[in-house]
């Protein structure tokens, strides 16, 4: 290849010709080069760059090593391509380009780089930075056109990152040596696994090797040691929708560290230590046989120095027992009982200090409380295990995992904790931790009711306060509900002007539009209308509770908005509107086969749930119907409106209240007539949804579909029940079991009534018998109300009043 020799660089090699000495500057220009022989080094004397040679080698490299320890490569240019002889030449060529050279100009190596960066008076300079970073930037421009960071070979160094750009799927990964005096590409490859949760991964070819476990907050939960050199390194784990890192700092310049991939496959934390003029291993992995990729299989548990390393998890058997203590046994182990997959079959158990598995394959949920975790996993009978995101404090944060649980181990302590799922039956206690549990029991009741009387003194002087009872949010905790807020343009912005075009419904307590985003998210604005009656107690209500509830069956509010007398609320828009949209139209009816229907009621039946038992929060929603189930583009119901929801104590099973708020049609006896409200009155409300959505019919006017329902209940036709628009009646079965929970729902008694629990597990379960409903009567007194019109009204100025709801055992 024939270059033709710029000017300068003519007057350079005059220059040089005159100064035999190496270049010890850190820097090299243009119209420089590198021969073998030059140096360049950085400018603390931390780095150096230049030609070597390996242990037992002739082969020459352009490299870069600590200057204390030239044994200790970190970076190799051309590691696949050696050079014969000591005749190579590092340039810097017009385009932008690093190249090396041989003697006889035969390119052995040159950068890539985007030469879009490249511009008029383009001046390239090339320098050797402290970090051990060799930088080629545009002098004119300043910008850096390529850098040795980007290109890492075996080493991690202070400042490099190892990891994945998401936007271009651009990746920097350490590949060992092939052995310690050949740097040639070799059998391993550290790189980070962006699937699931993200960890490094060790691969040997094409198999895994090594994992050293999700970053838990602190640390990779496999390597657990690095805590303890917190006072060396600060050490970064960047996880965003751009790009997923790990990197490290040293807390003083004075300490050099590097980590390799080395050529047997392990990799290490080496710490130079100055006095004994070595480098010291810090940690590695893998370290013990445990840490060998699904040394015990799937569901199997590895013990280091432990004669049976391996061993099933709790609730698990050996698949092929014979073989299990075989050290090298892989076969995994199996589950003793089925899972049940409702909430009440099955249950966690905690397994801590543990190197959490494989999560290549699990989902990731940063935002939501671990007590949410424990309930989605619940929920979901494909999860098998979970476990904070975060390990930090309490922890935070929810992994679940929905494949076989791979590759654990005990850590010897570690912040890590493993819940498990198995079936109750694997849950028993054993004497020893009954006598716990009846003391922890005792105290813990003593506790409960030295809070209930706290509780109740706090009460009694906050019902002095004037609005004490009407909401329960009070003002400042507003802010606590870390709820974006919009601003007015935003939205007007969003919603074309809040424009009539974007009305998409009329809510509960105000208009709601369609909007925007200018990032392209689709939105659904409530405008609470002025003369409302959702004042601005229920408007903070709502605001802070639906905050802090995150279910998929509930409705995701983005954000707020307050503008003088406006009052906003931002949500995620719902493509499919609500569920009485679909319901009771003739035509999109018919697109709600009996499988959509069931989906949505099982949805629905988690969501309420969720509102009155598994969320940080015991709520009853109050205003339940058809109306306020919205549904999303796959038709998964989510429940909404809450401002009307109200919390509940533990133990306040029942709440007066003076303003009866709700729908006709979906109110319960209890609450129309006497005000009394408590979790029993949405699951009457749940079951006449039910029983609409079995039906296509509303309960409304002279459509009593309670009382239908009863009727062909003792007649024995159910069937009639169904939506005619639902086409096959294959499912008689399932119809008659839903018509059955639905009127069970519906009793008038609300002790009679099944919790959500019971309700999500007679609808689940196939061969479980509820019991006989009870008939639902007070219906028919007051029956003629119009249902989906809001209503509000003061006891006492209503005529209904007077009626008292009895229950009249074996009625
Ligand atoms: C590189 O510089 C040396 C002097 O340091 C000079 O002899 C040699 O010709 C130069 N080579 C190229 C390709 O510029
Ligand atoms: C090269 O050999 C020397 C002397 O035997 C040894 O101290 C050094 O660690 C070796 N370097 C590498 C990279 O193996
Ligand atoms: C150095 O090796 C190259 C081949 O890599 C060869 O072309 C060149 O002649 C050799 N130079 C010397 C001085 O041996
Ligand atoms: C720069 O030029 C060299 C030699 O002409 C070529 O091999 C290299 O690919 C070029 N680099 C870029 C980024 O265009
Ligand atoms: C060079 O390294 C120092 C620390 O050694 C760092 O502060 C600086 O940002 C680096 N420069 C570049 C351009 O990366
Ligand atoms: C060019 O490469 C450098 C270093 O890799 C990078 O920081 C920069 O963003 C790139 N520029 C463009 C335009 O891609
Ligand atoms: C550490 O940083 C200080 C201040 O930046 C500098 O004076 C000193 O030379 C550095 N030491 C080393 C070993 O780089
Ligand atoms: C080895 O594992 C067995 C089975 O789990 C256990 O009973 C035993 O205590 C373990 N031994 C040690 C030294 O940890
Ligand atoms: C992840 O899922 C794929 C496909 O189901 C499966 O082949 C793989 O083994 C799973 N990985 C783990 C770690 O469970
Ligand atoms: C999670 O919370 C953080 C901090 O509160 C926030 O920046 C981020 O956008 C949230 N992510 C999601 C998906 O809600
Ligand atoms: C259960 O979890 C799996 C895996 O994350 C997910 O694909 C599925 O949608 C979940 N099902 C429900 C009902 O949430």
């Known amino acids: 290849m024939k270059r033709k020799l710029p000017k300068q660089l003519i007057i350079a090699l005059f ?20 021969t073998d022989g030059q140096y360049l080094i950085s400018s603390n004397g931390i780095f150096e760059l230049g ?28 590691r696949d391509n050696p050079l014969k002889n000591t005749s190579g030449i590092l340039n810097i060529l017009n385009n932008g380009s690093l190249a090396l050279y041989d003697s006889s100009e035969r390119m052995v190596w040159s950068s890539s780089s985007n030469a879009t960066s490249i511009q008029n008076g383009f001046s390239p300079v090339l320098q050797l930075n402290d970090s051990g970073n060799l930088i080629l930037k545009d002098q004119t421009s300043n910008t850096i056109i390529w850098q040795s960071f980007d290109h890492p070979t075996d080493s991690l160094l202070a400042g490099m990152k190892l990891g994945k750009n998401l936007k271009t799927g651009f990746e920097r990964v350490l590949s060992s040596w092939k052995n310690s005096n050949d740097p040639s590409e070799g059998n391993y490859i550290c790189m980070m696994d962006t699937e699931g949760a993200p960890e490094v991964l060790i691969w040997d070819k094409d198999k895994i090797r090594y994992r050293t476990g999700m970053w838990n907050g602190i640390s990779f939960s496999g390597l657990t040691q690095m805590i303890s050199y917190g006072d060396l390194f600060t ?25 390799v991939m080395n050529d047997a496959g392990i990799l290490q934390r080496l710490v130079w230590d100055p006095n004994q003029q070595t480098w010291n291993e810090f940690w590695s992995g893998p370290q013990d046989e445990c840490d060998y990729y699904a040394k015990c299989g799937s569901f199997g548990i590895c013990q280091p120095n432990n004669v049976t390393a391996c061993n099933c998890l709790r609730g698990f058997e050996a698949t092929t027992p014979t073989e299990w203590y075989m050290r090298d046994y892989s076969g995994g182990c199996k589950r003793e009982a089925p899972l049940g997959c409702t909430a009440r079959s099955d249950g966690f158990y905690e397994l801590k200090g543990v190197k959490l598995p494989d999560s290549n394959n699990a989902t990731v949920e940063a935002n939501i409380s671990v007590e949410d975790c424990k309930v989605r996993c619940l929920m979901n009978c494909s999860c098998l295990a979970y ?18 649980l791979i590759d654990m181990k005990y850590m010897n302590g570690g912040p890590d904790v493993l819940y498990v799922k198995v079936s109750k039956s694997e849950l028993g206690t054993s004497k020893k931790s009954q006598l716990v549990v009846i003391v922890v029991a005792i105290s813990s009741a003593a506790l409960v009711l030295l809070i209930c009387f706290v509780g109740f003194l706090i009460r009694r002087k906050k019902r002095n306060s004037k609005q004490a009872e009407k909401s329960l949010v009070q003002k400042d905790s507003f802010k606590d509900a870390d709820l974006p807020v919009f601003d007015i343009e935003t939205i007007l912005q969003a919603t074309d002007n809040l424009f009539v075009t974007n009305v998409v419904g009329q809510g509960g307590f105000g208009i709601v539009y369609k909007g925007k985003l200018p990032s392209g998210q689709e939105i659904a604005v409530k405008r609470l209308t002025g003369n409302s009656s959702q004042g601005l107690n229920e408007f903070m209500n709502e605001v802070t509770l639906i905050a802090k509830l995150q279910h998929r069956n509930l409705v995701r509010v983005l954000g707020c908005c307050i503008h003088n007398n406006e009052r906003m609320l931002i949500y995620e828009f719902m493509k499919n509107r609500s569920l009485n949209f679909f319901l009771f139209d003739a035509e999109k009816r018919a ?13 629905i039946a988690r969501g309420l749930l969720y509102l009155h038992h598994d969320s940080r929060y015991n709520i009853i929603h109050r205003d339940l119907k058809a109306a306020n189930v919205l549904l999303d583009e796959e038709m998964n119901p989510k429940i909404s409106d809450f401002g009307t929801a109200r919390l509940f104590e533990g133990d306040q099973a029942v709440i007066s209240t003076e303003t009866v708020i709700g729908t006709r049609g979906y109110m319960s006896p209890e609450y129309i007539m006497e005000g009394k409200f408590s979790v029993k009155s949405d699951v009457y409300s749940f079951g006449v949804i039910l029983l609409e959505i079995m039906s296509g019919k509303r309960n409304q006017g002279n459509q009593n579909l309670v009382a239908y ?29 839903c018509v059955h929970v639905a009127l069970l729902c519906v009793q008038e008694c609300p002790d009679d009534r099944p919790s959500m629990s019971s309700v999500i597990m007679m609808l689940s379960s196939d061969n479980l018998v509820p019991p006989a409903p009870k008939k639902p009567s007070i219906w028919r007194s007051i029956g003629g109300f119009t249902a989906d019109r809001h209503y509000s009204y003061e006891s006492g100025s209503s005529s209904v009043d007077q009626l008292t709801i009895t229950c009249i055992e074996g009625r």
Do not use: H
């Open 15 to 34: 220059m040089f010709a005159c100064i035999p000495v190496a270049l010890s500057s850190d820097t090299l220009y243009g119209s420089q080069n590198i």
């Open 51 to 78: 030609f070597f040679s390996p242990n037992y080698s002739t082969d020459r490299f352009l490299g870069i090593w600590f200057k204390v320890s030239t044994d200790a490569v970190v970076w190799v240019s051309n």
């Open 235 to 259: 050490f970064s784990f960047v996880w965003n929708n751009d790009e997923v890192w790990y990197g490290f700092e040293t807390k003083s310049n004075s300490t050099l560290s590097r980590v």
């Open 387 to 404: 476990s904070p995101s975060d390990s930090r404090g309490k922890g935070s944060g929810c992994v679940m995992w929905n494949t076989a």
């Open 591 to 603: 697109t709600l086969n009996w499988r959509t229907r069931l989906e949505i009621v099982t949805g």
């Open 709 to 737: 329902a009863w009727k062909l209940w003792e007649e024995q036709s159910i069937l009639k029940l169904l939506d005619e628009a639902v086409e096959s009646t294959t499912f008689a079965a399932e119809l008659s079991r």
